[in-house]
């Protein structure tokens, strides 16, 4: 144990080299370690100086901070037995360390000497942001709080973080334990390579016929083109009902959810606000859960004619061309796909074979090398599964930043796409050196099978990009104080905009033609195609701004309305009723594996998706007026909104690349929604 890679700072994580067995020395001692920094830092002799409790402070918690994060992204792309259990037994300790340092009154009253002192106003504006960032983040911490109600507040943390896990863990166990074996009749329309890696699958578990599973790699391709009724209708019930009440008992999230709201409330009730919503939106730019209200319900007045025109179409397409007059959940997928191949004369399958993975992402590199004016180089680390790639970015011969890509779908893989940090930019006090950002880019894309690349469908491209741009907001900062660098201090209903910004490069023709090569003949997508996707690029958006909104309120409600916590699926079906023109089975699940919410930080916060997209096309809206690809429009997004970090308000930077507040207007014409 004496060389515990958890413990080792000097570069990247030995991701290779960590075991479930050495997460609990190592937490144990950067627990211990922190402890003492704290201790020191509440003391006499450090002064309420930034650099001082920088210095003391922040070097201790920023290595607790990476070896926790290192466990949980193991946790969260490779797990096992032996490593959840570890996760889990340090998970409270390193819950409880971070409550009681947010809401130490000590620390509190020593930042507030320094807030209050003349060399406050001295200090830089991203030290300024710091600094304002931690008073509210002490008061949202419970450091105002005393006695029972303090320690009542660090209890909530702690079963909080537990629940959340608990979520997770269900989500994850429900997904991988159903698995559907079809017979050669039931996978009649279902592509080539869904049946080759369905077969391959099921021989894998020594069984004849296919595997079929609720990763989205197995699900998605049955959804769309399955023509076999009962197996989407199978597929789409296990998907919809996992950890569920409809499930095994010890995988239910019901009382999980409920626990869950009921600890929200009454956090939000100790430290002074009305709901746990309000307690969300003090970090964010929307001011009351009533303004939040009020942005969904405007959006889905504005998309409602359109998402009745798309359900009304759907459902006179299915009855006349397929046979199915009473259109249900598990057959809409599957005759939108039909509609769209119809209308537009082309489907995600054809497009498929031109987005080999290995083309796209080189592609994405040199969209990014253009306008960012860096370069992007194949490097080496150690990685937690061979199928993970390693980059470094440069300008100028120097380092800017590393990221990690685990682009394929595998089992003991969570489900989704996600960026996380692996560290932050940092001018570091104890060694004087800049340490320069690491990110993961995680995603679930279906594997490579044969001798063939991966292909990717454009949602898949899409999804790569979304991820890439939060990538770059984490990469390409040039703030070195780490509480506001990269996406650190961003407002959460803000930090969507690069992602979503970057999403608009998936639709341009000028773009398109470098990031596609067909798997068979290397031929790049034709024009003809092109001009389908684009026609079909608002097809339905109708009803999928609906069903965005839908997310958004009842995730609004459920925080906003105190009785909610035993109404959770009483709330969802008024929310569909208000919003929804698409009924919705009455075993529909969907509040039961809804993670954002309920394990992943966007709890009274999932309305930031759309928010953000308001900001996002607007931005986007710059490159259209100047050049898609022009560096000097590339420069000052850079500039203004990537490079500056949390170091501002998000709307200070919108303004200051834009040269005006965000209208709806470009999000409504990009979405063909404007009237």
């Not at 803000?494 to 979503?500: C, D, I, T, Y």
Request: net charge negative.
């Amino acid at each position: 144990m004496t060389t515990n890679p958890l413990l080792q700072f000097d570069g990247l994580p030995a991701f290779d080299a960590i075991r479930p067995e050495h997460v609990a020395p190592a937490i144990e001692q950067l627990l211990k370690e922190a402890d003492v920094a704290l201790e020191a830092a509440v003391g006499a002799d450090v002064p309420a100086d930034y650099d001082a409790l920088d210095h003391t402070l922040t070097v201790a918690i920023e290595r607790l901070g990476r070896a926790w994060g290192a466990v949980s992204h193991l946790n969260h792309v490779a797990d096992t037995p032996e490593l959840r259990a570890a996760h889990a037994e340090a998970l409270p300790k390193v819950t409880e360390f971070f409550t009681r340092q947010g809401s130490d009154e000590r620390l509190y009253a020593k930042y507030r000497a320094l807030n209050d002192s003349p060399a406050a106003a001295a200090l830089t504006a991203p030290r300024r942001q710091v600094l304002a960032h931690a008073m509210r983040d002490f008061r949202l911490g419970g450091a105002d709080l005393q006695g029972e109600a303090k320690a009542r507040f660090a209890a909530i943390q702690d079963r909080m973080a537990e629940l959340g896990q608990a979520f997770s863990n269900h989500v994850l166990d429900a997904t991988d334990a159903f698995a559907h074996y079809a017979s050669e009749a039931e996978v009649k329309g279902l592509p080539d390579d869904a049946l080759q890696a369905a077969r391959a699958a099921a021989e894998a578990d020594g069984q004849a016929g296919y595997k079929f599973t609720l990763h989205a790699p197995s699900y998605i391709p049955v959804m769309q083109y399955a023509e076999h009724r009962p197996l989407r209708e199978a597929l789409y019930r296990g998907y919809v009902t996992r950890a569920s009440d409809l499930g095994p008992a010890e995988r239910d999230n019901s009382a999980v959810m409920t626990e869950l709201l009921q600890l929200r409330q009454e956090e939000a009730r100790l430290l002074g606000f009305a709901s746990y919503a309000e307690v969300s939106l003090a970090a964010k730019m929307a001011s009351t859960p009533a303004e939040v209200m009020q942005f969904l319900r405007d959006l889905a007045a504005k998309a409602r004619p359109s998402a009745l025109n798309d359900l009304a179409e759907l459902r006179e397409f299915a009855a006349r061309e397929l046979g199915l007059a009473d259109l249900q959940a598990w057959d809409t997928a599957f005759a939108s796909e039909k509609l769209k191949e119809a209308r537009y004369a082309f489907s995600d399958q054809d497009v498929k074979a031109y987005f080999p993975l290995p083309k796209v992402l080189d592609g994405l590199f040199r969209i990014i090398e253009t306008l960012f004016e860096v370069a992007i180089r194949p490097a080496e680390a150690a990685v937690w599964h061979p199928a993970v790639r390693f980059f470094r970015i440069e300008r100028a011969g120097q380092l800017v930043g590393e990221f990690y890509l685990d682009p394929h779908a595998r089992q003991g893989k969570r489900p989704g796409a996600w960026m996380d940090d692996v560290r932050g930019r940092w001018q570091r006090p104890d060694t004087h050196a800049l340490q320069t950002p690491v990110a993961h880019l995680v995603c679930n894309f279906a594997s490579p099978v044969g001798d063939k690349p991966a292909l990717l469908t454009h949602d898949d491209v899409i999804t790569l990009f979304h991820e890439f741009g939060h990538g770059l907001h984490h990469l390409l900062t040039n703030i070195s104080d780490l509480g506001v660098s990269g996406i650190s201090g961003v407002e959460w209903d803000a930090v969507e905009l690069p992602s979503q910004f970057m999403e608009n490069f998936c639709w341009e023709w000028d773009v398109l033609k470098h990031l596609t090569a067909h798997v068979d003949t290397a031929e790049p997508m034709p024009r003809a195609l092109y001009d389908k996707m684009l026609a079909a690029k608002n097809f339905q958006s109708g009803l999928q701004t609906l069903r965005q909104v839908e997310f958004g309120l009842f995730d609004m409600r459920i925080h906003t309305e105190t009785d909610a916590a035993t109404r959770v699926l009483e709330v969802v079906g008024e929310v569909r009723a208000e919003v929804a023109v698409m009924p919705s089975p009455a075993f529909n699940r969907m509040p039961h594996t809804f993670s954002h919410v309920f394990a992943g930080g966007y709890s009274a916060g999932y309305y930031s998706y759309k928010w953000a997209e308001v900001l996002s096309a607007d931005a986007w809206s710059a490159f259209e007026e100047e050049g898609v690809l022009n560096p000097d429009t590339g420069r000052r997004y850079r500039t203004q909104i990537l490079e500056a970090g949390g170091s501002r308000p998000a709307m200070e930077s919108f303004k200051a690349f834009r040269g005006r507040e965000p209208s709806i207007d470009a999000l409504l014409r990009h979405q063909g929604m404007a009237h």
